[in-house]
């Protein structure tokens, strides 16, 4: 009994790494947009405080403290993110995804998967989302249920072939007429038996050290952007779904 079971756990960790391996080597490139000429300069993404580590059940454990947003309260962060998925910008005459403007090269598309239950509108919680995007070389596209959406953050759990395969929770605090706002993600299953097969996968062939640091780099880079924008938008927060920024 022993062996038998031993030989449908290989078979079952066997077939996990041909389809990993299948669906990472035939996905298909992101189409990705031109530049965005937008009206700000974005700060040093190396002045903000990253890290990450591999825990002893070899799943990735990563935290960003991202730059102080001052004059922008938790409220405000939360509706932002409400809206991105559904919203377009105007932006000096030019019509564009509210997600485009988020980070100036590396946004794609966001959409909504699943509407949230309660039938709130774009990012809430219940809903899926989906994106595309990309991190310097680094393709990435992936869906996650968001289980949490307040003022106080977000908790986002995103799944491959119907396995949770880490968590990302974000958490903004309000402090001296702003926000402090930190992402905590784990990146891995806790899994028995195919769990750590799975976290060798994820480590090896997707969030690599070199993933890593360049995804890293683009969340520092796409918060520290609402500084020169967010305001704004948020002053017409009951216009409907598209808003108006003039070029600087």
Same mark, same amino acid.
């Given at each position: ?29 992101? =189409?990705?947009?031109? #530049? @965005?000429?937008? #009206? ?8 903000? /405080?990253? /890290?990450? @580590?591999?825990?002893? $059940? ?15 309260? #938790? ?9 991105? %998925?559904?919203?377009?910008? &105007?932006?000096?005459?030019? !019509? ?18 699943? #509407?949230?239950?309660?039938?709130? %509108? ?7 989302? =989906? ?7 680094? $393709? ?10 307040? $003022? ?5 759990? %995103? ?13 903004? !605090?309000?402090? @001296? ?7 905590? !993600?784990?990146?891995?299953? &806790? ?13 090896? +062939? ?6 890593? +640091? ?21 002053? =017409?927060? &009951?216009?409907?779904?598209?808003? @108006?920024l003039a070029a600087r």
């Open positions: 009994m022993r062996i038998a079971t031993r030989l449908i756990l290989i078979t079952l960790t066997a077939f996990l790494l041909l389809v990993l391996s299948v669906v990472y080597t035939t996905s298909r490139p992101l =189409q990705r947009d031109a #530049p @965005r000429d937008l #009206p700000w300069t974005l700060p040093d993404y190396r002045d903000a /405080n990253t /890290n990450w @580590r591999v825990g002893e $059940d070899g799943r990735i454990h990563a935290t960003v403290e991202h730059f102080f947003l001052e004059g922008i309260s #938790p409220a405000m962060v939360a509706w932002f993110y409400q809206q991105l %998925p559904i919203s377009t910008v &105007d932006l000096g005459g030019e !019509t564009l995804p509210l997600y485009h403007i988020f980070h100036p090269t590396e946004h794609g598309r966001l959409w909504v998967v699943e #509407p949230a239950p309660g039938g709130a %509108p774009g990012m809430a919680r219940g809903a899926v989302i =989906q994106r595309e995007e990309w991190f310097g070389p680094f $393709d990435s596209t992936g869906a996650a249920r968001l289980v949490e959406f307040s $003022d106080a953050g977000m908790l986002a759990i %995103p799944e491959f072939a119907g396995i949770v395969i880490g968590s990302v929770r974000h958490s903004y !605090t309000a402090e @001296r007429g702003g926000t402090r706002y930190r992402v905590d !993600t784990v990146i891995g299953t &806790d899994l028995p038996v195919l769990g750590p097969v799975l976290n060798w996968y994820l480590r090896t +062939r997707v969030f690599h050290p070199d993933m890593l +640091r360049e995804w890293q780099r683009h969340q520092v880079e796409e918060v520290a952007s609402l500084q020169f924008f967010l305001p704004a938008l948020y002053a =017409q927060r &009951d216009g409907g779904t598209h808003y @108006r």
